[in-house]
């Protein structure tokens, strides 16, 4: 008959204590980790219906996410700071009715259309896809929600700066 001590038991208690809570971390760390992509908070589509896709950083249309396919942009013009008013080689790009919201409209003139706009703000920013036909006007427009606001957890963050892709009207169809 084998007979154990007390002592000789506790070691194998504070093994198994330590297993579980290694489990118990191990899943917390997992459902945090898994909840990263989930917590992406682009905010409601534009007045055309179309919803952004937040990208991480300060992207381009040059170094965006391999997750998205390239653009082929004839132009590309940044609005930096964000004001309204005319921009662009030819002021084929009018940024208007910029509101305490941070929402905004654009009208393309010219024989161009918007492929693409990335809006800037916070840590992050939107992307608006507007291929394959582009388009030459949207209401709306903004950057991510700034869901860690006391105030209102539906505030966009401000906007930093706006990149606009633009083609040929006719020549990305």
């Not at 991480?56 to 249309?61: K, R, S, V």
Request: glycine share 8%; net charge negative; proline share 8%.
């Amino acid at each position: 008959m084998r007979v154990t001590s007390r002592a000789a038991a506790w070691p194998t208690r504070a093994r198994w204590a330590a297993r579980c809570v290694g489990l118990g971390l191990t899943t917390a760390l997992a459902v945090t980790l898994g909840a990263g992509s989930a917590s992406a908070q682009p905010g409601p589509p534009s007045d055309s219906g179309e919803q952004p896709v937040e990208v991480a950083g300060n992207p381009t249309f040059a170094t965006l996410p391999t997750t998205i396919p390239p653009f082929d942009c004839d132009r590309i013009v940044k609005v930096d700071p964000v004001t309204e008013g005319t921009f662009g080689e030819d002021d084929e790009i009018t940024i208007q009715n910029i509101d305490t919201d941070n929402t905004f409209d654009f009208v393309i003139s010219d024989d161009f259309n918007a492929a693409g706009v990335i809006v800037k703000g916070g840590p992050n920013a939107n992307l608006y896809d507007y291929r394959p036909t582009g388009i030459q006007a949207d209401e709306d427009l903004h950057a991510p929600l700034n869901t860690s606001t006391q105030m209102d957890p539906d505030d966009f963050y401000g906007l930093s700066h706006i990149d606009f892709c633009l083609v040929e009207d006719g020549s990305n169809t």
